[in-house]
């Protein structure tokens, strides 16, 4: 979570649970919770009632298991404060919700975004922004399992000359170089801190050299999480007004600076949404957070702030997007795909060949879907597919699919637009090429519905996320094509195994509610 400015209007949303006289969490405490038809199969929800904001947070690989928090907003004193939620995962896919730790009832304060860290002593350690405290604050755990916590304490900036260093407190990150922790702050200008003991902290200045020419003046630089990618470093972020987003480029040593070279986003605005502006959420993909894997891979999550508005049942609950590994090869362009271990979910495969789409659509409106051609029936409402088109047949075509069809004009329609050089998941686009990829690459889009949630990939290059509402008995996945036929070479679909069991026992067993006095 960010400033205060950007969360006043929170304050206000979130209803109140009773607990017991004792204030423990029990199977008859009253808690709202997730309508049994909107529970997700295989995305990580709150098992409980409107919990937003949902930023992830604190993500660690230890010792075989995966850790990650999530921001909860609850009652505190009979005001609203935030606590860390706490899951852990063998495979980052199926979750199990542990007792909350970091809340106020612990912390004396409430809990705001920052990261996970690994102290040089092989600690794990969390910065983040104590809500109510005006700083940021540096928490060690206990134990490797995350289950017990030290007392946080604050983040002391000094100048030289031993006086206090004015800086803007919200959302830091901290990373280590060598023997030296440095420390970013929320800002549109973030300052740079260091320390050799995470006590002592002096101001550096300013993280970034300079700023990128597509970077609007008065965007914020909030969720941070620096962390080296390939032959470069990679700054995930958001701002406020336009969501998750990110910077490549390099650490210059000496000057103790982040040189930004590359600038790109990962939210793409729908037509339903404002063009800039603050919270209350307008913005898809929010609030970032990443890791690095047993073996090395960089995976990334991101809050889903608005999925479900759409139908004003799903407010204010949180969903975190799949987990998406990120990578640079050689050519410097960021790839996104879905997280490996999704395939290990797969069963009851589908393989359709040589489809060719010779029925012209001759409109495709703003709004609604064309209806084009029935290639399939999606068997439930948790699968993969996978759609194959080869290079030559998708250059320079406006074609496309349509989920959720319902062979009136309505459903999702997914498609590529050659004109713009933009792939279109319902009303967002994003920047997506068939004329950038190399040579002989064929165009490959993988989709994952879950329900209503739908993400979808283009060649590992572009990732988009949405919803549809009204998805409940529309398995109807249908092709269409403009101004010449269509070859597909290949659709192959999965049905995934759900992942949600822990989310369902969480729901019972009550074990992330944190106490309210």
């Known amino acids: 979570m960010k400033s205060t400015i950007a969360t006043f209007t929170i304050l206000l949303l979130v ?14 405490a009253q808690v709202d919770t997730v309508p049994p038809d909107r529970i997700l199969n295989y995305h990580l929800m709150h098992p409980g009632g409107p919990s937003a904001p949902g930023d992830p947070n ?3 690989y230890l010792d075989g298991v995966y850790h990650l928090h999530y921001i909860l907003a609850h009652p505190w004193k009979e005001q609203t404060s935030f606590s860390f939620v706490h899951v852990t995962s063998p495979d980052m896919l199926h979750w199990t919700w542990q007792a909350t730790k970091l809340q106020p009832n612990f912390t004396g304060h409430g809990m ?60 830091p990150d901290c990373f280590l170089m060598g023997d030296t922790y440095y420390a970013i702050s929320g800002d549109e200008t973030p300052p740079l801190l260091k320390s050799t003991d995470l006590k002592v902290w002096t101001p550096v200045g300013d993280f970034l050299r300079d700023q990128l020419p597509d970077v609007c003046v008065g965007e914020d630089i909030s969720c941070a999480n620096f962390f080296p990618l390939g032959n470069k470093w990679m700054l995930l972020c958001i701002s406020h007004m336009v969501g998750c987003r990110y910077y490549l480029g390099e650490w ?49 999550w991101a809050w889903c702030a608005t999925l479900g508005k759409t ?25 996104i795909q879905p997280l490996s271990e999704l395939e290990t979910l797969r069963h009851n495969p589908i393989e359709l060949m040589d489809i060719t789409i010779n029925e012209l659509t001759t409109e495709v409106l703003a709004q609604g879907a064309p209806i084009g051609k029935k290639i399939a029936t999606l068997p439930s409402d948790a699968v993969e597919i996978r759609i194959t088109v080869a290079r ?10 349509t989920l959720f069809s319902d062979g009136q004009g309505g459903g999702l329609p997914i498609l590529l637009r050659p ?25 490959e889009l993988r989709i994952y519905v879950d329900k209503y949630v739908v993400e979808v990939f283009a060649n590992n290059r572009q990732a988009m996320l949405t919803m549809h509402a009204d998805h409940l008995h ?9 101004g010449a036929p269509t070859a597909i070479k290949k659709v192959e679909v999965w049905q995934l195994h759900p992942t949600n069991q822990g989310f369902h026992e969480a729901q019972k067993n009550l074990i992330w509610q944190p106490k309210t006095k």
């Open 112 to 171: 705001y975004s920052g990261t996970g860290f690994i102290t040089k002593d092989g600690q794990p350690a969390a910065i983040y922004h104590g809500a109510g405290s005006g700083t940021n604050q540096i928490v060690l755990a206990k134990n490797r399992q995350l289950s017990a916590w030290e007392k946080p304490y604050p983040v002391k900036v000094q100048n030289a000359d031993g006086t206090e260093a004015k800086i803007k407190h919200w959302d």
């Open 252 to 300: 210059d040593a000496k000057a103790e600076q982040f040189v930004p070279e590359k600038h790109g986003r990962m939210n793409w605005r729908r037509d339903d949404q404002s063009l800039w502006g603050q919270p209350p959420w307008r913005v898809d993909f929010f609030a970032p957070e990443s890791l690095r894997t047993r073996d090395g891979r960089r995976v990334m």
């Open 58 to 60: 604190a993500a660690f």
């Open 474 to 482: 529309k398995r109807d996945l249908c092709a269409f094509s403009v």
């Open 311 to 335: 139908d004003g049942n799903m407010d204010r609950h949180t969903i975190q997007s799949l987990p998406r590994e990120l990578s640079l090869p050689a050519d410097g362009n960021l790839r």
């Open 15 to 28: 209803p109140f649970v009773t607990l017991q006289a004792d204030d423990k969490p029990s199977r008859s």
């Open 392 to 401: 030559e047949q998708a250059a320079r075509k406006l074609f496309g699919f």
């Open 419 to 443: 004109e713009t050089g933009t792939l279109r998941v319902g009303t967002a686009e994003a920047p997506f090429s068939i004329a950038d990829l190399p040579p002989h690459e064929d165009l």
